[in-house]
């Protein structure tokens, strides 16, 4: 349980207690009640079951092991709230005093950067499930009548295939986008509500173009969570920021300039979700000019659906169903996954990349670790790069707890620093041919030997950069390292900027 949220649910005690203790004073100075011997030996075991509960609350913050600290902080926090309990009901018991425990656990407890003080990683309030929109006014933002939304999923066999797919073989991307999502939510969000569009049509959007993956790029070259080519990305202030980095890769960024790409279309497109939804998939300039030569009919119009290529047509009863379930999710038997979300930051006590954090911090808490998390919230940096001690990187107040216990000191961080280091090359040896001991025969000898060639040099090989490329990725297919490579190319860290169509010399690569 939260400290802080212990602390305030116990005011109400302490203000009655207070008015309690105050009445027993004023009777005590007239000589009206006295303590006896066993009231003050009760109150005497109370404060050393209290002083022994928030000793073993500062030795579980000091474990090596991440499980046995969290078993240990939870059942002292249960002791000391029992304590305040029966301190209550003792005569001659002071409350204020032993809440004074909560106050000295929440100045002592060591901070996350911006996470509250005493922020506990195990608060219940992290797995409730997310604000989701009234279904009745996210259906009245997506038509007029309030109801077609409505109709449009219960009687459209399109959207209710839709449903059906990702409730079976693409259930596992759902749950993937749910959580994904969960992550960014505090960060993508805002914007729609800012431009009255409903969370659930920004959660459906997220689920089919990039499953919440931030560094998600297609062949056509449309990258970052909600998938944006380069000129549509610049038209709202999407791309290169003057640093090298791509800020379609910015779930803020991007989600901000979706809700204004999606508003405007609304408005151009007779405010048909199904319109502007395939106007995001397949090209504005063909929503359009579809639109006007029928006249505004419905998407759904044989005529204007035959328009849109297959994709637009699969795309949007996509959207629409994921954007569906996301509203009503009990009716289908969907459990969305537990995530502890809330945001905090650590700021690296020492080098370290994305990929050697991932490594240890386990994952506690997390079927599938913490990589994409890291990732999701700290686009700017690919996941093998070193990080200097200094950085700040954005997390969750639980990735902050696990990187205090297993990614600033002890086995896991060595462990997690050898593998990092392991290069596949220091495993290989080279054997040369068999030689007798005494050299060769001297019948096996030619009888003339030709004149030795100096060999050729060899032409250095090279490689194109194709869209979606990143030093790291080129590396690890190329079978060398990112430092050989980066040096021979003459890039520079942290970012080692490369675009597509240029050539890179693969100096040391296998």
Not at 197 to 212: D, H, Q, T, V, Y
Not at 423 to 447: C, E, H, I, Q, T
Not at 451 to 458: G, I
Request: some cysteine; aromatic content about 8%; overall charge positive.
């Amino acid at each position: 349980m939260h400290l802080r949220s212990v602390a305030t649910a116990l005011l109400p005690l302490l203000v009655v207690l207070s008015l309690s203790a105050r009445a027993d004073e004023a009777r005590r100075e007239r000589g009206g009640v006295a303590e006896s011997r066993r009231d003050q030996a009760a109150v005497a075991a109370l404060q050393q079951r209290m002083n022994d509960a928030e000793q073993r609350y500062r030795d579980a913050m000091q474990a090596e092991d991440e499980d046995s600290a969290a078993k240990a902080t939870t059942a002292a926090l249960a002791e000391m709230k029992a304590v305040v309990d029966a301190c209550g009901k003792q005569r001659g018991c002071e409350v204020e005093q032993m809440l004074a425990t909560y106050e000295r656990l929440l100045q002592d407890t060591p901070r996350f950067d911006d996470a509250a003080a005493g922020d506990d990683p195990l608060d219940e309030r992290d797995f409730t499930a997310a604000d989701v929109p009234d279904s009745a006014n996210a259906a009245a933002l997506l038509s007029e009548d309030g109801q077609r939304f409505v109709k449009m999923v219960q009687f459209n066999p399109a959207v209710q295939a839709g449903i059906r797919r990702w409730l079976t073989d693409m259930r596992p991307q759902l749950m993937d986008s749910y959580e994904n999502y969960r992550y960014m939510q505090h960060l993508m969000s805002p914007a729609f509500r800012r431009y009255g569009l409903p969370e659930a049509l920004l959660f459906g959007i997220l689920a089919k173009e990039s499953n919440g993956k931030v560094h998600a790029g297609s062949r056509a070259g449309a990258v970052g969570p909600l998938q944006f080519m380069p000129a549509t990305g610049r038209r709202f202030g999407l791309g290169d920021d003057g640093t090298g980095f791509d800020t379609r890769y910015d779930p803020r960024a991007a989600a901000d300039a979706a809700a204004q790409y999606l508003q405007e279309r609304l408005a151009q497109l007779g405010n048909s979700i199904e319109l502007a939804l395939a106007g995001y998939n397949g090209g504005e300039g063909r929503a359009l000019r579809v639109y006007q030569a029928s006249g505004g009919r419905s998407f759904w119009d044989i005529d204007v659906y035959s328009q849109f290529p297959a994709e637009t047509k699969d795309y949007v009863p996509m959207v629409i169903a994921a954007a569906w379930l996301y509203l009503h999710p009990k009716e289908y038997g969907i459990h969305w996954p537990k995530v502890s979300v809330r945001p905090a930051t650590i700021t690296l006590s020492q080098p370290a990349s994305l990929y050697e954090l991932t490594i240890c911090l386990g994952n506690w808490g997390s079927r599938d670790g913490y990589l994409r998390p890291l990732r999701n919230l700290n686009p700017r940096w690919s996941p093998d790069v070193m990080l200097p001690a200094g950085t700040v990187l954005n997390v969750t107040t639980r990735i902050a707890w696990l990187y205090r216990f297993n990614c600033t000191r002890g086995k896991r961080l060595e462990l997690a620093q050898q593998l990092m280091a392991s290069d596949v090359r220091s495993a290989l040896v080279r054997v040369g041919d068999p030689m007798p001991a005494n050299g060769p025969a001297a019948s096996d000898a030619p009888a003339l030997a030709a004149p030795a060639r100096a060999p050729a040099k060899p032409k250095p090989r090279t490689y194109k950069v194709q869209r979606g490329d990143t030093l790291s990725s080129i590396a690890r297919k190329q079978q060398c390292e990112i430092a050989d490579l980066a040096k021979a190319n003459r890039l520079k860290k942290p970012k080692y900027a490369i675009k597509p169509g240029q050539i890179l010399t693969l100096d040391g690569c296998g």
